[in-house]
């Protein structure tokens, strides 16, 4: 693996678009799926995509590996453009660009061993390894996701395998490809609790190693803090912060992103946690004009409700698309968002009293 340019980014999405038709006897709607959203991935580093289930983020995943064709919008590789308009560019673009997905054992063929799924994938990449040569590149990449020694995994099925292990297969089948890029689609949210660290470490370890730029998607803020440079929130199929893993989530900044935020669980201080956003996602058939994130917004104005918002700085390396920091006389004026919702609804604290009664029974 080789960049000509090392600070210049590996893989970039500009303005990148998807809209799906809604089918339906002369239906023109379509599903606002994503729209205009820029990101760049360098050598070396991790990016987190973070929301909530709906907002795009897989979709944005399937369109960087070019499993679907993108509506509007660029990729560029090393600065060309990468769009694969037949099978032997397609073959040369996975090449450099592979995938992780959410769930392990959907993506392994139930029916095969772990030697025939990276043995395969091994021959469409490397080309026809045999005998010394196959065993020795075999071992290679399961000592790379740490799967020690090979011969107590290479021969057998998925369902003999642990989540963990599975998703270790995986990787090792994605890193086959020797690629340059890692897209992975919340590789970890379908493991127990107890071995998603072991998989972001090795992810993070790769990522060292091998110089790998990390696309890594989950609605696990926290994980984001963790494993990632760089946080991009996504709501609604739009980008509304951006900046530095330790800065959003410390200090966020769009008032989407402190609810995100503030949805983590601490059993400490569950009357906050169950202030959280009003109202649901919009319909992205039909989306909201200007903020999309104006319906559950406590400090929306006329201006948020008319004006998409762009990108605006605020702060070292970080953006926000929120008119409260823009410098016009009628933005919005921004507070804490818990304090702005008010009291609890009545069912959260419902629920709150169900789990403290649970506690004290416990005691």
């Not at 054992?105 to 990449?125: A, C, D, E, M, Q």
């Not at 609605?219 to 330790?246: C, K, L, N, P, Q």
Request: glycine share 8%; hydrophobic share 40%.
């Amino acid at each position: 693996m080789s960049s000509p340019h090392e600070d210049a980014p590996v893989l970039q999405a500009v303005d990148l678009r998807k809209h799906f038709p809604v089918r339906g006897f002369r239906s023109h709607k379509v599903v606002h799926a994503v729209d205009d959203v820029n990101l760049s991935l360098y050598r070396g580093k991790v990016v987190a995509l973070v929301g909530e289930s709906g907002s795009g983020k897989s979709t944005i995943a399937r369109l960087l590996a070019q499993l679907m064709p993108v509506t509007g919008g660029q990729l560029l590789l090393h600065g060309q453009d990468a769009t694969a308009k037949n099978r032997r560019a397609f073959g040369a673009y996975v090449r450099r660009v592979q995938m992780i997905f959410q769930d392990p054992f959907g993506s392994l063929n139930p029916v095969h061993t772990v030697r025939y799924t990276l043995t395969r994938s091994l021959k469409i990449h490397r080309g026809r390894l045999r005998g010394v040569e196959l065993e020795a590149a075999l071992e290679e990449l399961l000592d790379r996701v740490q799967l020690r020694p090979a011969a107590r995994y290479i021969d057998k099925f998925p369902h003999e395998l642990s989540g963990g292990q599975r998703q270790r297969v995986a990787i090792a089948r994605a890193l086959a490809a020797d690629p340059e890029v890692l897209l992975a689609d919340e590789p970890i949210s379908m493991l127990d609790v107890s071995i998603r660290l072991g998989i972001l470490n090795l992810l993070r370890d790769l990522r060292d190693r091998l110089q790998l730029a990390i696309l890594y998607i989950t609605h696990d803020i926290a994980s984001a803090r963790y494993f990632a440079d760089t946080t991009m929130v996504m709501y609604a199929g739009r980008i509304v912060e951006t900046g530095d893993s330790e800065s959003v989530t410390q200090d966020p900044k769009h008032p989407y992103t402190q609810l995100l935020v503030r949805s983590a669980p601490d059993p400490d201080d569950l009357e906050s946690r169950a202030r959280g956003a009003r109202g649901e996602a919009p319909s992205l058939v039909a989306p909201p004009s200007g903020c999309r994130f104006n319906p559950r917004c406590p400090f929306a104005n006329d201006v948020c409700r008319t004006e998409v918002p762009p990108l605006l700085p605020v702060g070292e390396g970080r953006e926000a698309a929120c008119w409260g920091y823009a410098e016009r006389p009628d933005r919005p004026s921004l507070g804490s968002v818990l304090d702005a919702y008010g009291e609890r609804p009545a069912v959260d604290a419902a629920l709150i009293a169900v789990v403290e009664a649970v506690k004290e029974g416990d005691r």
